[in-house]
Each structure stands twice: as structure tokens, then as C-alpha cells.
């Protein structure tokens, strides 16, 4: 009886032990997979950090960074002041963090003001238990002095970065680049070049703003970790955008634009775990190219010039701008 007692306290030892193992094991991998991203200063004047390369963090949505040239440091594009990412999550121009869910298949108002309005659409899935849209930027419509400004992407079903799936357009002609990092097309003041040979862009206008966009899929891990639904026949591509702007009246107004006013105060709840910008019907716009929401300042004429004002803030990007927004 002793013997067979000492048999089963050795065998329950022995499971007990496996349990434990079994336990211990981590879901996922235990150290994160490297990012074979890479990243430069680009400022001269930061002599010490110029053109120095950095590893983008392993968590960079995308893989994407750029390098903070102040610290000398890779900063995650989506975690600067003015960005946008995850169902979409904005960093305002007064640095604090809020989404906006819009809308699928609808055009809402980025920024509005006398001479720049810029609209983006609206693509998503329905969550049913959250009763709202997952939603992502599919493409933008800029409006600029008499000019139109198109960047879109592309519908695919399988995603592969060497596929290049950005649409640009300028007053509904498309403008074809060599599929080459740094070529460039110019045009009466507007600029675009490619900043990697596929997917990515950067457009600027003279005196306007400063517009960097890349085309990112929703993946199968994204989809599975937050219950997006996604499907083989259509990886949502979408886009990651960053902005720069140059000048701004006092009445700037929009989603992203209301958070650069100069007497602006967010209003949304910043306890909360999803602090989130309400007022869905105002932005709204009829088209991607319409400026009929209510907050729409086109046209009007333009009251106190801001852009003096955010002449010095840093925003540690090496686009050297007030912020930038981003869209996964």
C-alpha cells in the first residue's frame, strides 16, 4: 500500500509539473518580431543626428517610422502630435489623443478652411456588437485654390508590398510615377515623390500644406487580435496619412483641422479608454470633393491669419511640422 501511496504522489508530482508547463507556455512568441524597417534624420541643422540611420520600433503600425531628430530617436509615425491611426485614432494638433468612427462608405471633413479643404473616405466593416463601423481612410480629396487633389487606394485581395497600390490624381489626371524611391513630378507650385519604390508618397504645395500618404492592409493578425472580420477577398487597404500645414485662419475648422484653432478646447472625455469625438453629422460631407458640411469654411473669407502662430511648435517629426495624421 506504502509503495503504491509513493506511485501516485510521483505520478500527481508529475502532473502537476506538466499542468505548470502547459501553463507557462506564452501564446505568442516571447520576444517580438525584428522590424527590418530603417529611418534617418533628415534636418541638417540637427548636425549630431543627421542622417543617421535607426531601426523603427517592432510595434510601428506598418513597420513605419521616422526619427525624432531633437532626441535621435525612431518615433512611431502614428504617435506624434497630429496623428491618426486604429479605428481611427487622431492626435490633434493640441497634442491630445481622440477618435472619430465616422462612418463606412461615407466622406467626412479633415480640415476646412479659407483656402484648403480636405475630405476623407470612409471604408469599414459593421461590428454588431458594438452596434458601430470599423472604419478606415480609404482615400482623400484635397481642394486647393482651383485644383482638386486626389490620393486613393486601390481594392486588392492579397497584399504584397511590392504591388503598388496608390492612386494620385490632379484635377482628375493621373499622375504616373516610375516605381522608384525619390522620383519626383512638379507642376505650378505642387510636388509628389515617392518615398519608397511602392506605396508611399509625400505631396506638397507651395505655401499650403504637406501631405505624406502610404497604402497598409489590415492583416490576418490585426483582424484576428481585434475581431475586424477580414476576409482573403479584400484586405481593406487603406491609407496612413501625415500632414503638415503652413498657414491656418483663426476659423480653421474639421475633424483634425478644429484641434489647430487658436481659442480650441477638446471636448471629448479623456477618461474614458476610447476617448471619442462626437458630432459625426457636422463633418459629414455629399462627396469626397464637396465642402457642404456645416462646419465648411472654403471660400469664406479668411479672418485672422494663424499660421504666424505654430511657426516655432515642435513636433518632433522630421517633417519638421505642427503634426501629422495617420490611417490602419
Known amino acids: 500500500m506504502a509503495g503504491a501511496m509513493v506511485r501516485l504522489s510521483a505520478c500527481a508530482l508529475l502532473l502537476s509539473t506538466m499542468v505548470l508547463a502547459v501553463m507557462a507556455v506564452p501564446p505568442y512568441p516571447k520576444h517580438p ?13 540637427y548636425d549630431k543626428c543627421f542622417n543617421s540611420e535607426h531601426v523603427c520600433p517592432y510595434n510601428c503600425p506598418g513597420g513605419d517610422c521616422v526619427v525624432d531628430c531633437v532626441s535621435c530617436k525612431p518615433i512611431c509615425k502614428c504617435d506624434l502630435p497630429g496623428a491618426v491611426c486604429q479605428d481611427p485614432r487622431f492626435i490633434g494638433g493640441d497634442g491630445i489623443t481622440f477618435y472619430f468612427h465616422g462612418k463606412k462608405d461615407h466622406d467626412f471633413c479633415l480640415v476646412s478652411d479659407s483656402n484648403l479643404h480636405i475630405n476623407a473616405r470612409f471604408i469599414g466593416r459593421r461590428n454588431q456588437n458594438m452596434m458601430r463601423d470599423f472604419t ?3 482615400s482623400i480629396g484635397a481642394i486647393f485654390d482651383s485644383h482638386k487633389l486626389y490620393i486613393g487606394a486601390l481594392k486588392t485581395s492579397t497584399w504584397d508590398d511590392s ?8 484635377d482628375g489626371e493621373p499622375i504616373e510615377l516610375p516605381l522608384s524611391a525619390g522620383a519626383k513630378w512638379e507642376s505650378n507650385g505642387v510636388s509628389i515623390t515617392r518615398s519608397r519604390n511602392t506605396n508611399s508618397i509625400s505631396v506638397e504645395v507651395e505655401g499650403n500644406f504637406k501631405i505624406t500618404a502610404n497604402v497598409v492592409p489590415i492583416t490576418e493578425e490585426e483582424s484576428r487580435i481585434h475581431n475586424y472580420g477580414i476576409t482573403q477577398g479584400d484586405c481593406f487597404a487603406h491609407l496612413e496619412l501625415g500632414f503638415k500645414f503652413y498657414s491656418f485662419s483663426s476659423e480653421v475648422n474639421g475633424v483634425l483641422g478644429q484641434t489647430y484653432g487658436k481659442d480650441y478646447t477638446s471636448k471629448v472625455n479623456m477618461s474614458a479608454v476610447m476617448p471619442v469625438m462626437g458630432g ?4 459629414l460631407n455629399s462627396a469626397l470633393f464637396s465642402t457642404d458640411c456645416s462646419v465648411s469654411r472654403f471660400g469664406l473669407e479668411a479672418p485672422v491669419t494663424a499660421g504666424s502662430e505654430f511657426a516655432g511648435l515642435e513636433c518632433g517629426s522630421s517633417m519638421e511640422g505642427r503634426g501629422i495624421v495617420c490611417k490602419k
Open 163 to 170: 504591388v503598388d497600390r496608390l492612386a494620385v490624381t490632379i
Open 280 to 283: 459625426t453629422r457636422k463633418y
Open 136 to 138: 478606415w481612410v480609404q
Open 33 to 45: 518580431v525584428p522590424n527590418n524597417k530603417k529611418s534617418k534624420c533628415k534636418v541638417e541643422k
